[in-house]
T-cell receptor, first 114, second 112 residues
């Protein structure tokens, strides 16, 4: 079955430092990949998505992610984080046999300290 | 303002008492979906709908029903709620497929 693994449940980082949130998925076929962000007490918001084309995807708020098919990864990066980036981040993938369904990872809580 | 609305936002109920959580979007989206969020499990898809009168099961459909009689509305029905359905529920919609979903603010349900 399709699965998404976010290895880090929490990532603490100081303001202005770079950050990488890791996401690995299991699939032998083409998939769509997404990163969503959830600020405290809010719904989810799409950060970026990979459907096809360039493997480096740029999203909102200075985030980017790189699709690596050989490593089945879609890690999220930001070169310099702000306090306002404190939130929970979810990686998600469509199953290879059904692009109408979405499977989420368990989330990574990014805590940015001053 | 383009948005997905859910009602109620908070609900405490007892085991077995039927309830409905409403979801409405004003963006003329074809695709709508329900998720539940539980600590340590992330979000799991309950049901989704590709268009009016077209629905399908997600990963955790047991104990839930949905209907899509109008394009804008996608209610989630719990015929006989149980404590293991205590969770945070999100409705989402997107224009045609899953590629860019807009999420509602969430409904926190407690079943005692």
């Amino acid at each position: 079955a399709q699965s998404v693994t976010q290895l880090d449940s929490q990532v603490p980082v100081f303001e202005e430092a770079p950050v990488e949130l890791r996401c690995n998925y299991s699939s032998s076929v083409s998939v769509y990949l997404f990163w969503y962000v959830q600020y405290p007490n809010q719904g989810l918001q799409l950060l970026l998505k990979y459907l096809s084309g360039s493997t480096l995807v740029k999203g909102i708020n200075g985030f980017e992610a790189e699709f690596n098919k050989s490593q089945t990864s879609f890690h999220l990066r930001k070169p310099s984080v702000h306090i306002s980036d404190t939130a929970e981040y979810f990686c998600a993938v469509t199953p290879g046999d059904n692009t109408d369904k979405l499977i989420f990872g368990t989330g990574t809580r990014l805590q940015v300290f001053p | 303002e383009a948005q997905v609305t859910q009602n109620p936002r908070y609900l405490i109920t007892v085991t077995g008492k039927k309830l409905t959580v409403t979801c409405s979007q004003n963006m003329n989206h074809e695709y709508m979906s329900w998720y539940r969020q539980d600590p340590g499990l992330g979000l799991r898809q309950i049901y989704y709908s590709m268009n009016v009168e077209v629905t399908d099961k997600g990963d955790v459909p047991e104990g839930y029903k949905v209907s899509r009689k109008e394009k804008r509305n996608f209610p989630l029905i719990l015929e006989s709620p149980s404590p293991n359905q205590t969770s945070l529920y999100f409705c989402a919609s997107s224009f045609r497929d899953i590629s860019e979903q807009y999420f509602g603010p969430g409904t926190r349900l407690t079943v005692t």
